[in-house]
């Protein structure tokens, strides 16, 4: 258990919807990561959030959004959901320092129908 | 913008022998991190081992260990005494030290078999 949690684990829609996912970090750490990954694909980095901040950004559409709340948890939301979206989308926290290493939640896997 | 190659899509191994999976990265800093992940059936991400780059000693935890060749820009994993809960996809990933780019970049995984 790295400590990390997602909700929910598994999410089936439809195209056009719109979905939320959950992220809440391990106790102390301020940075969120959120990535994808598709079938039998690396992972691609989508946002990163530290102490409730955008800090990066990697290959997010514009109809993904997502934000870091006061209490450190993380929602990634997707919307005008597209059949190429469905996906494993992971949630990762760190302390501060980059030497340190990305813990990963259990994932969020995606369907969209 | 830093890359990250794993050229073998799978590899296979004999319960108990040797495995070593390559990775190789490019980028212009001097100072960053380098990672081996294991993602089972499970598809939970668990980290194997880390490497400073500024460190020159590999890395080892246990039966793994790296061989890591800065200047080469490659990080390779040896798995020792293969173990049939060693198959799993293994992914290498590089982080930066900079800036505000500190996500991880990762390859795009070697899927590894152990055979009994």
């Known amino acids: 258990d790295s400590g990390v949690t997602q909700t929910p684990k598994h999410l089936i829609t439809a195209t056009g919807q719109r979905v939320t996912l959950r992220c809440s970090p391990r106790?102390?750490?301020?940075?969120v990561y959120w990535y994808q990954q598709s079938l039998d694909q690396g992972l691609q980095f989508l946002i990163q959030?530290?102490?409730?901040?955008?800090?990066a950004k990697g290959n997010i559409l514009e109809r993904f959004s997502a934000q870091q709340f006061p209490d450190l948890h993380s929602e990634l939301n997707l919307s005008s959901l597209e059949l190429g979206d469905s996906a494993l989308y992971f949630c990762?926290?760190?302390?501060?320092?980059?030497?340190?290493?990305?813990?990963f939640g259990p994932g969020t896997r995606l369907t969209v129908l | 913008a830093q890359t990250v190659t794993q050229s073998q899509p799978e590899m296979s191994v004999q319960e108990a022998e040797t495995v070593t999976l390559s990775c190789t990265y490019d980028t212009s800093e001097s100072d960053y991190y380098l990672f081996w992940y294991k993602q089972p059936p499970s598809r939970q991400m668990i980290l194997v081992i880390r490497?400073?780059?500024?460190?020159?000693q590999n890395a080892t935890e246990n039966r793994f260990s790296v061989n890591f060749q800065k200047a080469a820009k490659s990080f390779s994993l040896k798995i020792s005494d293969s173990q049939l809960g060693d198959a799993a996809m293994y992914f290498c990933?590089?982080?930066?030290?900079?800036?505000?780019?500190?996500?991880?970049?990762f390859g795009a995984g070697t899927r590894l078999t152990v055979k009994p």
């Open positions: 990933a590089y982080r930066s030290e900079l800036g505000n780019n500190n996500d991880m970049r």
């Open positions: 106790s102390g750490d301020l940075s």
């Open positions: 490497q400073e780059a500024y460190k020159q």
């Open positions: 959030y530290y102490n409730g901040e955008e800090r």
């Open positions: 990762a926290s760190s302390e501060r320092l980059a030497r340190n290493e990305q813990f």
